[in-house]
């Protein structure tokens, strides 16, 4: 690739002209190929004919057309589906192929019949000709053949008069072979792809469908970086797009890395909380730089500009390092400019605002760009009700304000929430300051039976609203002993210790903060790890119903060691 790119810049850079055409003057080709580093012309093009001969290599092992198949066994399945209206016929063909499913015999009836496939463009039907064939051999290998196609179903009308992506799937069969893998594993899956066919591109090389190390916050920012390189900055419309397209890719491989268990739990929710991160580290820097065109920059209390004086904090999931698939956003805003106006140059075309002004406009610009429903969807959906006084309040606070609502007016339950806060965009400096700011309200020494008493309020509340648990089924976020149960716990020790325990008020996760319960004597190690245990479990099981298509229950009686050993933690430190 290097040497490719670096001999069409020195074709370009001769005349300023854009050309990938090599020179036929003889004078033009020893010039060329003594800019490459070579002593002749001819020994150049030895060079570049290596270089072209290891790609063509390359392509065809990845790009190639289907192996030659056994001709006979192919002309079955062509049948079977042929023939599938025809009921005498279709009976020898599925006979002879032991794969009698009449289930899925009726589905690919249904199929032949929808008014869909009868006013098809010939082309369009001719590739759908070939492609149902491979897909009936490839259903044959699968334990619930009538289910995978159920799944694939809406992806199959979704592509019919872009049948392009149908082509695409039979001249790779590695494509192919993971698309039916990762449908048969998930339905969430099946419908990422039924919403937006682009993504089976992500299905041809499996060196990036599939990790076995989640990639790094750096490496996620990089990958985007590169992949907006190729867009104008002034095109808005084109950048979100692209960010929608990076996000549903990015989102896909790590549900691939799940279920075919190449990484665990914990290293998927890293991924989707880094992609997170660094799409809202995108989006602040794109709405900043479309404010500051418009208005000038703000200043800070010091008089200095800032850049940016605003941080971007995640609560809850995001908050916590636990982003599942599908999951929203919770987020607060903040900044520390002072009072007064924008300096604006006039012969920029800027016009002056006052800062409050500037940014609240940041903040709905950033809710904008992330919740605009667009061809590729939305980025996110934004939840700001974590905010101070909720949604009444400001959609952006300044950190004294933020300060001075947690110290006197919050809740114990935003006390709880914050529990689970940290910043994750913007600036450095005012990070730093937000963590001094959320150690000082946690770690405040408070009167633990009127906290436990609230907390204990507070989940009742929740329970009785929102417990889907019933005789035949428990609630894994809800229920008695769930999710939300183990998550009170480490929020109500953290508010009652954390003066004592300042350890406690580093992290806003909660294996970490159990980790430290028990370097802080709060827990036993085995109390701990098998707490620990126990919420990987919960929520193990819970992504695997997303991933399903299912709601969050499960039978009575799973999982009941992990939810007795949560209740045990409850009565210990909430006693009741």
Same mark, same amino acid.
């Given at each position: 690739?290097?040497?490719?790119?670096?001999?069409?810049?020195?074709?370009?850079?001769?005349?300023?002209?854009?050309?990938?055409?090599?020179?036929?003057?003889?004078?033009?080709?020893?010039?060329?190929?003594?800019?490459?580093?070579?002593?002749?012309?001819?020994?150049?093009?030895?060079?570049?004919?290596?270089?072209?001969?290891?790609?063509?290599?390359?392509?065809?092992?990845?790009?190639?057309?289907?192996?030659?198949?056994?001709?006979?066994?192919?002309?079955?399945?062509?049948?079977?589906?042929?023939?599938?209206?025809?009921?005498?016929? %279709?009976?020898?063909?599925?006979?002879?192929?032991?794969?009698?499913?009449?289930?899925?015999?009726?589905?690919?009836?249904?199929?032949? %019949?929808?008014?869909?496939?009868?006013?098809?463009?010939?082309?369009?039907?001719?590739?759908?000709?070939?492609?149902?064939?491979?897909?009936?051999?490839?259903?044959?290998?699968?334990?619930?053949?009538?289910?995978?196609?159920?799944?694939?179903?809406?992806?199959?009308?979704?592509?019919?008069?872009?049948?392009?992506?149908?082509?695409?799937?039979?001249?790779?069969?590695?494509?192919?072979?993971?698309?039916?893998?990762?449908?048969?594993?998930?339905?969430?899956?099946?419908?990422?792809?039924?919403?937006?066919?682009?993504?089976?591109?992500?299905?041809?090389?499996?060196?990036?469908?599939?990790?076995?190390?989640?990639?790094?916050?750096?490496?996620?920012?990089?990958?985007?970086?590169?992949?907006?390189?190729?867009?104008?900055?002034?095109?808005?419309?084109?950048?979100?797009?692209?960010?929608?397209?990076?996000?549903?890719?990015?989102?896909?491989?790590?549900?691939? %890395?799940?279920?075919?268990?190449?990484?665990?739990?914990?290293?998927?929710?890293?991924?989707?909380?880094?992609?997170?991160?660094?799409?809202?580290?995108?989006?602040?820097?794109?709405?900043?730089?479309?404010?500051?065109?418009?208005?000038?920059?703000?200043?800070?209390?010091?008089?200095?500009? %800032?850049?940016?004086?605003?941080?971007?904090?995640?609560?809850?999931?995001?908050?916590?390092?636990?982003?599942?698939?599908?999951?929203?956003?919770?987020?607060?805003?903040?900044?520390?400019?002072?009072?007064?106006?924008?300096?604006?140059?006039?012969?920029?075309?800027?016009?002056?605002?006052?800062?409050?002004?500037?940014?609240?406009?940041?903040?709905?610009?950033?809710?904008?760009?992330?919740?605009?429903?667009?061809?590729?969807?939305?980025?996110?959906?934004?939840?700001?009700?974590?905010?101070?006084?909720?949604?009444?309040?400001?959609?952006?606070?300044?950190?004294?304000?933020?300060?001075?609502?947690?110290?006197?007016?919050?809740?114990?339950?935003?006390?709880?929430?914050?529990?689970?806060?940290?910043?994750?965009?913007?600036?450095?400096?005012?990070?730093?300051?937000?963590?001094?700011?959320?150690?000082?309200?946690?770690?405040?020494?408070?009167?633990?039976?009127?906290?436990?008493?609230?907390?204990?309020?507070?989940?009742?509340?929740?329970?009785?609203?929102?417990?889907?648990?019933?005789?035949?089924?428990?609630?894994?976020?809800?229920?008695?002993?769930?999710?939300?149960?183990?998550?009170?716990?480490?929020?109500?020790?953290?508010?009652?210790?954390?003066?004592?325990?300042?350890?406690?008020?580093?992290?806003?996760?909660?294996?970490?903060?159990?980790?430290?319960?028990?370097?802080?004597?709060?827990?036993?190690?085995?109390?701990?790890?098998?707490?620990?245990?126990?919420?990987?479990?919960?929520?193990?099981?819970?992504?695997?119903?997303?991933?399903?298509?299912?709601?969050?229950?499960?039978?009575?009686?799973?999982?009941?060691?992990?939810?007795?050993?949560?209740?045990?933690?409850?009565?210990?430190?909430?006693?009741?």
């Amino acid at each position: 690739y290097l040497f490719l790119r670096n001999v069409e810049h020195l074709l370009q850079a001769w005349r300023d002209e854009q050309t990938q055409v090599l020179p036929k003057d003889a004078l033009q080709q020893t010039r060329l190929a003594w800019l490459a580093g070579f002593a002749s012309y001819q020994a150049f093009c030895q060079q570049l004919q290596h270089h072209r001969d290891q790609v063509q290599k390359i392509f065809a092992a990845i790009i190639s057309p289907p192996p030659e198949e056994n001709e006979d066994a192919d002309k079955h399945w062509q049948q079977l589906w042929y023939t599938v209206g025809d009921e005498e016929a %279709c009976e020898a063909h599925w006979v002879a192929s032991a794969f009698h499913n009449e289930k899925l015999r009726q589905q690919l009836h249904d199929w032949q %019949c929808d008014k869909m496939l009868l006013g098809l463009p010939k082309e369009s039907r001719t590739r759908l000709d070939r492609f149902m064939p491979q897909l009936l051999k490839a259903l044959a290998q699968c334990e619930q053949p009538s289910v995978i196609f159920e799944r694939l179903l809406p992806l199959l009308k979704a592509v019919l008069r872009r049948s392009s992506y149908l082509v695409m799937l039979l001249e790779n069969p590695q494509a192919f072979k993971q698309l039916v893998l990762l449908v048969q594993s998930s339905t969430w899956i099946a419908e990422q792809l039924a919403a937006w066919p682009v993504l089976l591109d992500e299905l041809i090389d499996v060196r990036n469908l599939y990790r076995d190390v989640a990639p790094s916050r750096e490496e996620l920012s990089n990958m985007l970086r590169q992949q907006m390189l190729r867009i104008p900055e002034d095109d808005l419309e084109a950048q979100m797009e692209a960010l929608r397209h990076f996000k549903r890719a990015h989102s896909l491989r790590a549900a691939a %890395c799940e279920v075919t268990g190449r990484l665990p739990l914990m290293k998927v929710s890293d991924y989707l909380t880094f992609m997170a991160e660094t799409i809202l580290d995108y989006v602040l820097r794109m709405a900043w730089k479309i404010l500051i065109d418009k208005h000038g920059a703000p200043l800070q209390e010091n008089g200095e500009q %800032c850049d940016p004086s605003f941080i971007i904090v995640g609560y809850g999931k995001l908050g916590g390092l636990e982003l599942g698939h599908g999951s929203d956003l919770d987020l607060v805003f903040i900044h520390a400019a002072g009072s007064g106006e924008t300096v604006a140059d006039a012969a920029l075309g800027q016009t002056p605002i006052e800062n409050g002004i500037f940014f609240t406009r940041l903040g709905q610009r950033i809710i904008h760009i992330l919740s605009t429903r667009m061809v590729n969807g939305i980025l996110y959906d934004v939840d700001m009700r974590l905010r101070p006084s909720g949604n009444s309040g400001l959609l952006v606070a300044s950190l004294k304000s933020f300060q001075r609502y947690q110290e006197n007016d919050a809740w114990t339950w935003e006390h709880q929430a914050l529990t689970r806060a940290r910043v994750v965009a913007g600036s450095l400096s005012l990070a730093q300051q937000f963590s001094v700011v959320r150690a000082q309200v946690l770690g405040r020494e408070r009167d633990v039976e009127k906290l436990r008493n609230e907390v204990v309020d507070m989940r009742n509340k929740m329970r009785v609203q929102l417990d889907k648990s019933d005789a035949q089924h428990f609630d894994l976020k809800h229920g008695l002993g769930g999710i939300v149960d183990l998550e009170f716990i480490v929020q109500f020790s953290v508010l009652a210790q954390g003066h004592a325990h300042p350890n406690l008020l580093i992290w806003p996760d909660n294996i970490r903060i159990l980790e430290q319960m028990a370097v802080s004597d709060l827990l036993t190690t085995e109390q701990a790890e098998s707490l620990m245990d126990a919420y990987r479990q919960l929520r193990m099981r819970g992504h695997r119903r997303t991933l399903l298509g299912e709601p969050t229950l499960i039978g009575v009686d799973e999982l009941l060691p992990e939810r007795g050993v949560v209740q045990a933690a409850w009565r210990s430190s909430l006693g009741s």
